[in-house]
């Protein structure tokens, strides 16, 4: 059964670096994509990223695009999400994914959210 | 970007009932559509794949249904723990969500 673990959550300041994880667990880390979603208060779901780990290859969406950044270290089966310079606009539940693509993959499993706080 | 309309927003139902959440894609997906249950502090649960494929381990009571631009997400029998709010995805070209579809007790 696949797993995702995300770390705890944040409080920070804007213009404050960050980077929150994600461990994986019950399936080989380089077989599968793994990502980010992002969850605004009283909004929908959007998908930021996702980062194959076998070979790095990452994708973005166009609106996370130059303001994040998605990496994996498959050493330790553990997906980061990074922002250089947050904002109080990316206060939000951020979600761990796992997918067998961005062509017609569906999310297999969802980690259990790590709430950031961005407040001067 | 392909744009999902989820209808509707909020459902008040009874334990017992039948309930349909629609999900309309702005272009033809085939059948390239999930359905998530998501409840307050926990990780969303995926329900449905490629439009009416039953996850493992998800009770028969859901029933994926639809194809092309027109989807629903039929819940029978709701039962307590059905209480929760609901999302198609589209992957046919990356991923959009539906707003949500939250079905409450009423």
């Known amino acids: 059964e696949v797993q995702l673990v995300q770390s705890g959550p944040e409080v920070k300041k804007p213009g404050e670096s960050l980077k929150i994880s994600c461990e994986a667990s019950?399936?080989?880390?380089?077989?599968?994509?793994i990502g980010w979603v992002r969850h605004m208060p009283g909004k929908g779901l959007e998908w930021m990223g996702v980062?194959?780990?076998?070979?790095?290859?990452?994708r973005y969406s166009p609106s996370f695009q130059g303001q994040i950044s998605v990496s994996a270290d498959k050493s330790i089966n553990t997906a980061y999400l990074q922002w250089s310079s947050l904002k109080a606009s990316d206060t939000a539940m951020y979600y761990c994914?796992?997918?067998?693509?961005?062509?017609?993959?569906?999310?297999?499993?969802w980690g259990q959210g790590t709430l950031v706080t961005v407040s001067p | 970007d392909i744009q999902m309309t989820q209808s509707p927003s909020t459902l008040s139902a009874s334990v017992g009932d039948r309930v349909t959440i629609t999900c309309r894609a702005r272009?033809?997906?085939?059948?390239?559509l999930a359905w998530y249950q998501h409840k307050p502090g926990t990780a969303p649960k995926l329900l449905i794949y490629?439009?009416?494929s039953l996850e493992s381990g998800v009770p028969s009571r859901f029933n994926g249904s639809g194809s092309g631009t027109e989807f629903a997400l039929t819940i029978n029998n709701l039962q307590p723990d059905d209480f929760a709010t609901y999302y198609c995805?589209?992957?046919?070209?990356?991923?959009?969500f539906g707003q949500g579809t939250k079905v409450e007790i009423k």
């Open positions: 980062t194959y780990p076998a070979d790095s290859d990452t």
């Open positions: 995805q589209q992957y046919s070209s990356y991923w959009t």
């Open positions: 994914i796992v997918t067998s693509g961005y062509d017609r993959g569906w999310y297999k499993s």
């Open positions: 019950g399936y080989r880390f380089i077989t599968y994509w």
């Open positions: 490629k439009a009416s």
């Open positions: 272009h033809s997906i085939n059948d390239w």
